[in-house]
């Protein structure tokens, strides 16, 4: 089945713990994206990759990391999380018509819940 | 703030009544998508428009774009219980190559609550 995955699903932790946030996709997708959805903020994007060894900043990357070792796997990690980092992660990905990356038709993963006390 | 708004913020309808949402956004675009959401889930895609298009349909799900408005619409016809989610825009720029920035920008949604 085609899937995004993510884990963990739920994590809950303590200011300064680093930790990650996997997420793997099968589709052979050249673009894989993060983004945080918090309450009256919509979705906003944390740190996209075109395609292997290549990743941007989205519009709010700060406090966290990337890295797009392997086509499949585009993990998010935060070195030293704090509170304001609450909140709903989604990882995502799509297809490169012809071979040109593109964010059309986005396959989301079913999102991790953090939380950082 | 954000390149995509929705409006409304929130809609109630019955069963079998249209809902009409809105997106409007700032910036020129290339494409704009609509996603669904159902509670705390991940979201799924419904239909994309290109800067070129004003129209287009899937099933129940009719799509407009004004780029001259900078706005967009999404109408479901007919609803039903099991439309009831959130639903958001998301606007998307090409570079002069033509091809994407990779930079995807979503709305704050409307959250569509059809009552059987």
């Known amino acids: 089945e085609a899937q995004v995955t993510q884990n963990p699903r739920y994590l809950i932790t303590v200011t300064g713990k680093k930790l990650t946030v996997t997420c793997s996709q099968n589709?052979?997708?050249?673009?894989m994206s993060w983004y945080r959805q918090d309450p009256g903020l919509g979705l906003r994007q944390i740190y996209y990759?075109?395609?292997?060894?290549?990743?941007d900043k989205g519009d709010v990357p700060e406090g966290y990391k990337v890295s797009r070792k392997e086509k499949r796997n585009f993990p998010l990690i935060l070195e030293s999380p704090s509170p304001n980092q609450t909140s709903l992660y989604f990882c995502?990905?799509?297809?490169?018509?012809?071979?040109?990356?593109?964010?059309?038709?986005?396959?989301f993963g079913p999102g991790t819940r953090l939380t950082v006390l | 703030s954000q390149q995509g708004e929705e409006d409304p913020q929130a809609l109630s309808i019955q069963e079998g009544e249209n809902a009409t949402m809105n997106c409007s956004y700032k910036?020129?675009?290339?494409?704009l998508q609509w996603y669904r959401q159902n509670s705390g889930r991940g979201l799924v895609h419904l239909i994309l428009?290109?800067?070129?298009?004003r129209e287009k349909h899937s099933g129940r799900l009719r799509v407009t774009l004004d780029t001259s408005k900078k706005s967009s619409s999404l109408l479901i016809t007919a609803s039903r219980a099991a439309d009831t989610a959130s639903y958001f825009c998301?606007?998307?720029?090409?570079?002069?190559?033509?091809?994407?920035?990779?930079?995807?920008?979503f709305g704050q949604g409307t959250i569509l609550t059809v009552h059987p």
């Open positions: 998301a606007t998307d720029t090409f570079n002069a190559g033509g091809t994407s920035y990779g930079k995807l920008t």
């Open positions: 428009i290109r800067s070129n298009e």
């Open positions: 990759s075109m395609n292997v060894e290549v990743t």
């Open positions: 910036t020129s675009i290339n494409n």
């Open positions: 995502a990905s799509s297809f490169a018509p012809g071979g040109v990356p593109s964010t059309d038709t986005q396959y």
């Open positions: 589709m052979n997708h050249e673009y």
